[in-house]
């Protein structure tokens, strides 16, 4: 499976932005799907993350009730729905993928990886 995020940007304070992560290669239908971020000079933490069937999810006590995320089984889709941004959302933000049931958290749970979209959150 390889992976590829995309959509981030400049947003000003409270305001919002979706990130997209796409697959190829094989359909994901199977895995977990999760989002990491990773702000300049701390260590890459757990955002979220939507079950395979994607009838479930979980996030981050920062980011949650503001951040969503969902998943287009045909499209081969994730998104990431962030609203009310704040400055400390700025950071490289990445898609994962689990072939494993539940809601994993922790980074070594995950197989592939995608390169990462910067979101910078600044007036």
């Known amino acids: 499976v390889q992976l590829q995020a995309s959509g981030g940007g400049l947003v000003q304070p409270g305001g919002s932005l979706r990130l997209s992560c796409a697959a190829s290669?094989?359909?994901?239908?199977?895995?977990?799907v999760a989002w990491f971020r990773q702000a300049p000079g701390k260590e890459r933490e757990f955002v979220g993350v939507?079950?395979?069937?994607?009838?479930?999810?979980r996030y981050a006590d920062s980011v949650k009730g503001r951040f969503t995320i969902s998943r287009d089984m045909e499209k081969n889709m994730v998104y990431l729905q962030m609203n009310s941004l704040k400055p400390e959302d700025t950071a490289v933000y990445y898609c994962a993928a689990a072939g494993r049931t539940g809601l994993p958290a922790f980074r070594y749970e995950y197989d592939y990886w995608g390169q990462g979209t910067l979101v910078t959150v600044s007036s």
């Open positions: 939507i079950s395979w069937s994607g009838g479930s999810s």
């Open positions: 290669g094989r359909a994901f239908v199977n895995y977990a």
